[in-house]
């Protein structure tokens, strides 16, 4: 099957939904299928064999976060060289109501169009002012997919329709196979995110990271992610600065040793999540999680069965919670089980599967149509069947 992907945000700014495409495209290039990503990306960023270039994006504010998007009339006519070009069976948009190259790619295809929704904002009002817009691209998609049910509910409230649920994908086994690193185990606690993003909550967790230091003094906080490392800091106490070891950009491999090695993995984000994929790849690597209570979270996290949830924004609710697992290492253990079982089903062998099922159920009804259409085409006209 020839399939195309469109990637609305810039392929060199790490994110999740950037992973997901990454991940989804290798899989199935695994798989014998071909495909062509469409993505913003600067020009110096080296590309993956599968990514075409879109052009350089620019930042724009977008549900509580900085997205670089790329749109405008250069953009439409790469997206239809790529369409053009790629005859494919299929087109996969992500995110088609950004303003980026999903909506252009959405308005120019022709064809089977599958799109994937992953964004959770259920008082969005830009998108209630913007669907007289978008109403006549949308209704070119044959099928919807929606990564979470808050997203699910995101698009039934602001755009009506309707969406399969098929969550992000995960390769359980990279995870779980990675070896840990020494210097990094050890009553430490791991963060993993950017750090100058408040909504990804580590400021909460600098605050309550004095009071897990004061029962707990040999604890250690390792950080990857990018941002100013010295203002992450700059609410802690002198002397606690240096429990804090901050990694920088990390590897796909290093962030796999990361999960692998930390006693508790922290997830403090305080919103603007639709579904929690740094939640799957901890638990694929064994950590135990423990994550702010949010509603997306809460449900990857099977309502706190395979992980511990606290008070989203709640510092001393999260020192409270991080202590209780620091100092029961046999609640550690039920939950690096339990969380070992239950990410399977976001394996990409479950996850793919899915997926390549609503390719085939949207290209299998573009084929039926088109014989119909010629049937009655033949019939009209009087012609012979071939």
């Not at 239950?342 to 949207?362: C, K, M, N, P, Q």
Request: a negative charge.
């Amino acid at each position: 099957m020839r399939i195309g992907i469109v990637c609305p945000y810039s392929w060199d700014v790490p994110g999740g939904v950037q992973f997901h495409i990454r991940d989804l495209a290798e899989h199935l290039i695994g798989l014998g299928h071909q495909v062509s990503v469409l993505a913003p990306a600067d020009d110096e960023t080296p590309l993956p064999p599968y990514v075409v270039s879109a052009g350089r994006a620019v930042p724009v504010p977008y549900n509580g976060s900085v997205a670089r998007l790329n749109f405008g009339f250069l953009s439409a006519a790469r997206v239809r060289r790529w369409l053009h070009e790629g005859t494919f069976d299929v087109i996969h948009i992500h995110e088609p109501t950004s303003p980026s190259l999903g909506l252009l790619a959405c308005w120019a295809a022709q064809g089977p169009i599958v799109a994937t929704f992953h964004t959770s904002n259920p008082r969005s009002r830009a998108m209630i002012a913007a669907y007289p817009i978008l109403q006549p691209a949308l209704e070119k998609i044959s099928a919807r997919i929606a990564v979470s049910e808050y997203a699910r509910r995101t698009l039934v409230e602001h755009l009506g329709g309707d969406a399969v649920v098929i969550p992000n994908g995960v390769d359980v086994d990279f995870f779980a196979k990675v070896e840990p690193k020494a210097e990094w185990q050890g009553s430490t606690i791991g963060f993993i995110g950017r750090i100058d993003e408040p909504r990804k909550g580590l400021p909460v967790l600098m605050k309550a990271l004095p009071q897990i230091l004061a029962e707990r003094p040999d604890t250690r906080l390792l950080v990857a992610g990018r941002g100013d490392e010295h203002e992450a800091v700059s609410s802690l106490p002198v002397e606690m600065r240096e429990r804090v070891e901050f990694l920088g950009m990390v590897s796909d491999e290093d962030k796999a040793r990361l999960l692998r090695s930390v006693d508790v993995y922290v997830a403090p984000n305080t919103g603007g999540e639709s579904f929690g994929i740094i939640l799957v790849e901890a638990m694929s690597a064994g950590a135990p999680v423990l994550a702010s209570d949010l509603d997306a979270f809460a449900q990857v996290l099977d309502q706190g069965a395979a992980g511990d949830l606290f008070g989203n924004e709640d510092a001393d609710s999260l020192a409270a919670a991080a202590l209780r697992l620091l100092g029961d290492p046999a609640r550690r253990d039920e939950l690096r089980e339990r969380g070992s079982r239950h990410v399977r089903r976001f394996d990409w062998s479950t996850v793919g599967a899915d997926i390549l099922s609503v390719y085939e159920t949207v290209t299998d009804g573009a084929t039926a149509v088109a014989a119909d259409e010629r049937s009655g085409f033949r019939a009209r006209f009087g012609l012979a069947r071939d």
